[in-house]
């Protein structure tokens, strides 16, 4: 007698529960405020015209201006490049994941759509990773560049923060569009042969 008394105490309960939750404040519990991460950088090159054989220096402070975010992504592409290896040196990293390099011919997300587009790079990237991002969290990532060939070496950087809720999510919100079909701002130093 006492179990069915319990059963149906628990049991009126759960129904009670459910009926406000459906009938009487619905808009309490899908009302639910979605955060919005901000991601931005800022980025320092040591020169603006180097000569053939010399280096120069990239540093970037990444931060997160907005709400928690499952994942921070800073990427760096290099589009005048087929390979970075020789040429592109990691000497700081304070992410708390460990950068990813992207080579031509890997599949790739595109389009901001959280890995459910993709297409295949065209040109090599180093990703460097937050999960989570704290609001105000900043980090840096340092790289000394010798190109190989005289010209112009540009560089593409661009920061997308997990969940991509908005516009807000990306950094930068305009301008050249890379492989990817994402917004990125693009750098570049002169090599002189």
């Known amino acids: ?3 069915i008394l319990l059963y149906s105490i628990i ?4 129904i009670l529960y459910f009926s406000l939750t459906i009938f009487i404040l619905p808009e309490k519990y899908l009302s639910n405020e979605q955060l919005v991460p901000q991601p931005y950088f800022e980025v320092i090159l040591s020169n603006s015209e180097i000569s053939l054989g010399d ?3 990239l540093s970037i402070v990444s931060e997160n201006r907005g709400d928690y975010g499952d994942i921070h992504i800073l990427s760096t592409s290099f589009p005048t490049l087929s390979e970075i290896e020789g040429i ?3 000497v700081t990293y304070d992410f708390t994941q460990s950068s990813v ?3 031509p011919g890997d599949e790739i ?3 901001y759509s959280g890995g459910l587009e993709s297409i295949i790079a065209k040109y090599p990237s180093i990703e460097a990773m937050n999960r989570p991002i704290l609001p105000d969290a900043k980090n840096h990532l340092e790289l000394i560049i010798t190109p190989e060939k005289p010209g112009i070496f540009t ?4 920061s997308i923060d997990i969940p991509h809720t908005s516009n807000q999510s990306h950094y930068p919100y305009s301008g050249i569009l890379d492989h990817q079909d994402e917004y990125v701002l693009d750098y570049s130093v002169n090599v002189n042969p």
Do not use: D, L, N, P
């Not at 049991?11 to 759960?14: A, K, L």
């Open 1 to 3: 007698m006492r179990k």
């Open 11 to 14: 049991g009126f309960f759960i």
């Open 55 to 57: 280096s120069f220096q």
């Open 88 to 90: 592109v040196e990691i």
């Open 101 to 103: 390099h992207i080579t």
């Open 109 to 111: 997300g595109a389009k």
């Open 155 to 158: 560089i593409y950087v661009k």
